[in-house]
C-alpha cells in the first residue's frame, strides 16, 4: 500500500497543466433549436426568492401550467421552455414580472446576448405634478429620461385628460435606484417637485430605493455604520472619493471636451455622450496632422455645443438613443401602482396601499357591465322583517290593485279575500285510503325485450273527438229545445 502510494506521488508533477475541455460542436450536443421559444430570467433578490419555489410556481401565476418547462440554470438566473411561440410572447408583453413581492427580469433567448443582458426591463412610469407650463410631448419626455431611455409616451394634447398624471414608458436599468421625486428648477427662479410613481414594482430597499435586497441588507447603510464605527475609533472623518475621471492625460478629446460634458448624469445615471460617439471623435482626431487638428477641434467643440442646446438631438446624436413613440392609449398596459409607505399603509391589507389611478382607471371603465353587481338592494329587505314573504310575489301588493285570486270587492272597496282555511285532520289521525279493489288483481305484465324492472308505458285511448267539439265545429248537428223543424 505504502509503496503504491509512493509510487503515485513520484510520477506526479508539479508542471502538469490542467488543460480546458474542448466541447465538440455537433448539432446532438446543441439545444438551441429547443431554445428558441424559451426565455431567461434573472431574480433580484436571491435571499428572498428561492429558485426552486420559483421554477414551481411562476407557471401557475402565469396560467401556463403543462405548457412550459422550467430549468434552474444558477441561484439566479432561470430558464422557462414554452411549447408554442403564443405562449411566450403572451409572457414577454405582460411587462413587469414579479415574484413574492420583488420584481424579476426576463428576456427573450439570445444564442449570443450582449453584455447588458438582463441588466434593464421595460416598466411604466406615472409622472405626477407636471407644471402647468410645461404640458408637452419634450418636457414629458425630458423628465422620463430621469428615470431611462423613454420608449413610449401616452400623451394626447388635443383631447381631454382625465387622470391628473402622464405615463411613460422607460428602459429602467435595475441596478440604478427608483427615483420618487425630482425637484426641478426654473429660469424665474420658480422650483417644483415632480413625482414618480411605478406600476407592478412591489417591494424595494426603503434606504436607497434598489430593487436588490430589503433594507436590513442594505449595503449603504451597512457601509455607513462601518464608517462611522472606524472614523469614531480614529476621531477622523472620512471624506468621500471623488468620481474617476473619463478623460485622461493621454485621449486626444483630453483638453477638446470638458469632464462635464463626457461623464455619466447623475440625473440619468447614463453618459452625456455614447462610448461609440467619444471613439469616433477620437479616431477623427487621430487621422489629422499638426495643421488640420485644430480645425477639427473647433468642429468637434461646435458640434457638440449645438447638440447640447436641443434635449432630443442630444438624445439622438449624442446618446444615440431613439426617439419615444407617442400614442394616446391611456388604458394600454395599464398596471397598478403598489405604494408600501409606512404612513399610508392601511391594516387591513396588511400594508399594501393602491395608489388612487387604481380609482381612477375603475371609474373609467364601462359601468354597464357591472350595474348588476352595484344595484341597491330593496329597503324593504332591511326593514321589514317578514319582507320575505313579499319578495316572492310576482309583483307588489298594494291595496289599491286589484288582483284575480288574492281580493275581492265590498262595499268598503277592495278588500284581501278570505281564505277558507282547509280542514285537515292531524297525521296520526288520517287513515289509509284504499286502492280499487278491482285494480288489485290486474296482471302487470313486463314488456318482452325490455330492462328487467320496467314497465309498459299506458296509452291514452282514442275515444275520438268530444261532443261538444262537434257541435261547436258543425252548428248544423245542434237541436234546439223545442225540436226538430217540421220543415
Known amino acids: 500500500m505504502s509503496s503504491a502510494m509512493d509510487r503515485a506521488l513520484m510520477e506526479m508533477s508539479l508542471e502538469e497543466k490542467d488543460e480546458p475541455f474542448e466541447m465538440p460542436d455537433l448539432p446532438e450536443f446543441l439545444s438551441c433549436e429547443r431554445n428558441k421559444l424559451s426565455l431567461i430570467g434573472r431574480v433580484l433578490n436571491p435571499s428572498c426568492q428561492p429558485m426552486k419555489h420559483l421554477i414551481r410556481n411562476i407557471p401557475r401565476k402565469w396560467q401556463k401550467e403543462g405548457r412550459v418547462t422550467g430549468i434552474s440554470l444558477t441561484s439566479e438566473r432561470f430558464q422557462f421552455i414554452f411549447d408554442s411561440k403564443h405562449d411566450l410572447e403572451d409572457v414577454l408583453a405582460k411587462g413587469v414580472h414579479t415574484y413574492n413581492d420583488w420584481s424579476i427580469v426576463v428576456d427573450r433567448w439570445y444564442e449570443n446576448p450582449p453584455d447588458d443582458y438582463l441588466r434593464f426591463m421595460l416598466v411604466w412610469v406615472q409622472i405626477w405634478n407636471i407644471p402647468v407650463n410645461y404640458y408637452t410631448e419634450k418636457a414629458i419626455t425630458k423628465l422620463g429620461d430621469l428615470i431611462g431611455e423613454v420608449k413610449e409616451v401616452v400623451f394626447n394634447p388635443v383631447e381631454p385628460q382625465l387622470h391628473e398624471f402622464v405615463r411613460v414608458n422607460v428602459l429602467f436599468d435595475v441596478s440604478r435606484p427608483l427615483r420618487r421625486s425630482k425637484v426641478i428648477?426654473?429660469?424665474?427662479?420658480?422650483?417644483?417637485?415632480?413625482?414618480?410613481h411605478y406600476e407592478r414594482i412591489q417591494k424595494r430597499c426603503y434606504e436607497c430605493q434598489r430593487l436588490?435586497?430589503?433594507?436590513?441588507?442594505?449595503?449603504?447603510?451597512?457601509?455607513?455604520?462601518?464608517?462611522?464605527?472606524?472614523?469614531?475609533?480614529?476621531?477622523?472623518?472620512?471624506?468621500?472619493?471623488?468620481?474617476?475621471?473619463?478623460?485622461?492625460?493621454?485621449?486626444?478629446?483630453?483638453?477638446?471636451?470638458?469632464?462635464?460634458?463626457?461623464?455619466?448624469?447623475?440625473?440619468?445615471?447614463?453618459?452625456?455622450?455614447?462610448?461609440?460617439?467619444?471613439e469616433g471623435m477620437r479616431q477623427y482626431l487621430r487621422v489629422a496632422n499638426d495643421e488640420e487638428r485644430s480645425i477639427r477641434v473647433d468642429q468637434v467643440i461646435k458640434s457638440v455645443r449645438d447638440a447640447e442646446k436641443d434635449p432630443f438631438t442630444q438624445k439622438t446624436v449624442l446618446q444615440l438613443e431613439a426617439l419615444p413613440i407617442v400614442h394616446h392609449d391611456m388604458l394600454r398596459e395599464k398596471g397598478v401602482v403598489f405604494d408600501y409607505d409606512r404612513g399610508d399603509s392601511s391594516s387591513h391589507n396588511g400594508?399594501?396601499?393602491?395608489?388612487?389611478?387604481?380609482?381612477?382607471?375603475?371609474?373609467?371603465?364601462?359601468?354597464?357591465?357591472?350595474?348588476?353587481?352595484?344595484?341597491?338592494?330593496?329597503?324593504?329587505?332591511?326593514?321589514?322583517?317578514g319582507c320575505f314573504l313579499a319578495?316572492?310575489?310576482?309583483?307588489?301588493?298594494?291595496?289599491?290593485?286589484?288582483?284575480?285570486?288574492?281580493?275581492?270587492?265590498?262595499?268598503?272597496?277592495?278588500?284581501?279575500?278570505?281564505?277558507k282555511q282547509r280542514n285537515r285532520p292531524p297525521k296520526h289521525a288520517r287513515k289509509l285510503k284504499l286502492k280499487d279493489p278491482s285494480s288489485i288483481f290486474v296482471d302487470h305484465s313486463l314488456k318482452e325485450g325490455s330492462t328487467s324492472g320496467t314497465k309498459d308505458k299506458r296509452k291514452a285511448v282514442d275515444m275520438g273527438p268530444s261532443a261538444a267539439k262537434i257541435f261547436k265545429l258543425n252548428p248544423k248537428l245542434v237541436v234546439p229545445n223545442e225540436g226538430p223543424s217540421k220543415a
Not at 428648477?185 to 415632480?194: E, M, P, S
Open 185 to 196: 428648477n426654473f429660469k424665474n427662479g420658480d422650483t417644483a417637485t415632480v413625482r414618480f
Open 351 to 385: 400594508g399594501l396601499n393602491l395608489n388612487s389611478s387604481l380609482r381612477l382607471e375603475e371609474s373609467t371603465q364601462s359601468k354597464d357591465a357591472r350595474d348588476w353587481l352595484t344595484e341597491p338592494v330593496n329597503s324593504l329587505a332591511s326593514k321589514d322583517v
Open 212 to 278: 436588490t435586497h430589503e433594507k436590513d441588507l442594505c449595503p449603504i447603510l451597512i457601509k455607513e455604520r462601518q464608517d462611522k464605527a472606524s472614523a469614531r475609533r480614529q476621531g477622523i472623518s472620512i471624506p468621500k472619493a471623488p468620481p474617476p475621471s473619463v478623460l485622461q492625460e493621454s485621449d486626444p478629446l483630453f483638453g477638446v471636451l470638458k469632464e462635464s460634458q463626457v461623464g455619466v448624469d447623475p440625473n440619468t445615471g447614463r453618459p452625456r455622450i455614447a462610448p461609440e460617439v467619444l
Open 391 to 419: 319578495l316572492s310575489q310576482p309583483f307588489p301588493v298594494s291595496s289599491t290593485v286589484y288582483s284575480p285570486g288574492l281580493f275581492e270587492s265590498d262595499s268598503t272597496g277592495t278588500i284581501r279575500k278570505k281564505v
